[in-house]
T-cell receptor
Framework: SQQGEEDPQALSIQEGENATMNCSYKTSINNLQWYRQNSGRGLVHLILIRSNEREKHSGRLRVTLDTSKKSSSLLITASRAADTASYFCARAYSGAGSYQLTFGKGTKLSVIP | NAGVTQTPKFQVLKTGQSMTLQCAQDMNHEYMSWYRQDPGMGLRLIHYSVGAGITDQGEVPNGYNVSRSTTEDFPLRLLSAAPSQTSVYFC?????????????FGPGTRLTVL
């Protein structure tokens, strides 16, 4: 079963506004990663936050992690039309001989110029 | 570096046919994996490998076979194609560290099984 679930499923905003996407998961993690996928393309890694971190920034991206609530959020500030894409969170777990990255179903973001 | 490459980009098969999806990476990554992506389902892990000679099953392994004879290559074999295997297939690789780090994805193979 898929462990990372994004919310909302779809989001439409005006250029310049901020976009917030949330991710929940059910079991333990080593880290949580966010990826972007443009239509018809492969996934591109955006940011990784480790289980002992609470917040991380990369350019216009801000990711938070709350391990007590098993949730993470991705904030894109000052959005641009080029940010239109699907965004996926992925739970990374490795241990007991298992190394897996489990993806959620994604949030489809549309940024209107 | 070419990164992660996948061939073919598109493939149409008839039910019962077999084929191999190729994946190669030139980054000397230990960890490689195969995912399938279906509409509204996100990515689901089929098989993965933590190094040459070592493979393991993911979430949806049935109907697929893998092997890892070299660090660079990780082919995915469809043994007897079924319409339920119509999907987009992505290969990914990452360097092993403390857990699973950033994964690099190939461009995908779009497979249709008639």
């Amino acid at each position: 079963s898929q462990q990372g679930e994004e919310d909302p499923q779809a989001l439409s905003i005006q250029e310049g506004e901020n976009a917030t996407m949330n991710c929940s998961y059910k079991t333990s993690i080593n880290n949580l990663q966010w990826y972007r996928q443009n239509s018809g393309r492969g996934l591109v890694h955006l940011i990784l936050i480790r289980s002992n971190e609470r917040e991380k920034h990369s350019g216009r991206l801000r990711v938070t992690l709350d391990t007590s609530k098993k949730s993470s959020s991705l904030l894109i500030t000052a959005s641009r039309a080029a940010d239109t894409a699907s965004y996926f969170c992925a739970r990374a777990y490795s241990g007991a001989g298992s190394y897996q990255l489990t993806f959620g179903k994604g949030t489809k973001l549309s940024v209107i110029p | 570096n070419a990164g992660v490459t996948q061939t073919p980009k598109f493939q149409v098969l008839k039910t019962g046919q077999s084929m191999t999806l190729q994946c190669a990476q030139d980054m000397n990554h230990e960890y490689m994996s195969w995912y399938r992506q279906d509409p509204g389902m996100g990515l689901r892990l089929i098989h993965y490998s933590v190094g040459a000679g070592i493979t393991d099953q993911g979430e949806v392994p049935n109907g697929y076979n893998v092997s890892r004879s070299t660090t660079e290559d990780f082919p995915l074999r469809l043994l007897s194609a079924a319409p339920s295997q119509t999907s987009v297939y992505f290969c990914a690789s990452t360097k092993r560290g403390l857990g699973i780090n950033e994964q690099f994805f190939g461009p995908g193979t779009r497979l249709t099984v008639l």
